[in-house]
């Protein structure tokens, strides 16, 4: 989970935390980073694309069948979709 509470964001802890563990892994011999986000989160699709994440699957209606039910995410957007992000180190 990649959570930075309102009143903190757009200040960069996200992006040092990410760095941080791209470093890491890097230094330990990985060579990717795999994350995963939601359909609606347009936020954390916009983040992730700054440093270099790209979109590497799409597994239709998985939250959906997870929660049981459409659930409203981000801006009222039904929750449906895991979308599945990769960052080559
Ligand atoms: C997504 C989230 C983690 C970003 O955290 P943050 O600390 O505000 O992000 P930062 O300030 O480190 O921003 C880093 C970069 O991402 C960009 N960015 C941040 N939010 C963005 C958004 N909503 N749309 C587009 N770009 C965004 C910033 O412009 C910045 O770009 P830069 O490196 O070129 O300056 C934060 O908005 C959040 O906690 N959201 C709610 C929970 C969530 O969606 N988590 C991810 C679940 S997969």
Avoid: C, K, S
Avoid at 36 to 45: E, F, H, R, V
Avoid at 49 to 74: M, S
């Amino acid at each position: 989970m990649l959570d930075v509470l309102p009143q903190w964001q757009g200040l960069g802890a996200a992006r040092a935390l990410v760095a941080a563990v791209a470093e890491t892994a890097r230094a330990e011999g990985a060579e990717r980073l795999i994350v995963a986000t939601t359909n609606d989160d347009l936020p954390a699709l916009g983040f992730y694309r700054r440093p270099g994440f790209t979109i590497t699957g799409v597994l239709v209606g998985r939250v959906l069948e997870h929660h049981g039910g459409v659930e409203p995410g981000f801006a009222g957007i039904p929750v449906r979709d895991e979308i599945q992000m990769e960052l080559r180190l």
